[in-house]
C-alpha cells in the first residue's frame, strides 16, 4: 500500500485571485510582512498497490486528466 | 526574507465532502484502487522578515485567526 501526496498550485504566469484576497486580509489583520501569497490544493490518498513504477504512473495520469488543470495549474507528487 | 508553506488539512473525524466527490470522480475514470482521499489546501508566501523566531510566531497567529478553521481543520508549516 503506498501513499501518495499531491500538490497542485498555479502557475507563477497566472494570477491567483484567491491568493490575492487571502493576501488582502491578511494585511488588513495587521500582518503587513505578508507577500506573494499563492494559493493551492493538497490531495492526499492512499493506492490499493505496492508496485512503486505503476504506483507514478497513474497519478501521473490521474493528476493530468482530473486534478490538476495542466493550462494554468502545475502538479508535483510525492509517493510514501 | 523567509518563505513560508502552510498546509491546511480537514481533521481525520471530520467528513469531508470535496475529497469523496474527488474519490467517486476517480473511481469513475477507471481509478478503482484510490481511497481515503482528503483534500486540503496548500499556501505559499513571502515574509518581510529574516527573524525566524518571530516569523514562526506571526505564521502560527495567522494560522489561527485566518487561514485554518481549527474547530475542523489541522495545520503545519514550514518555513525556508
Redesign the interface.
Known sequence: MLKATV???IKQSVLDPQ?VA??G??HS?G???????????????????ADRAEAEQ?VK??CE???ANTVIEDYRYELV
Chains 1, 2 share one sequence.
Open positions: 500538490y497542485v498550485t491568493g487571502v493576501q486580509a491578511l489583520m500582518f503587513g510582512e505578508v507577500d506573494k501569497v499563492r494559493v493551492g490544493k493538497y490531495l492526499e490518498f492512499e493506492l490499493g498497490t497513474r495520469s490521474m486528466k482530473l486534478l
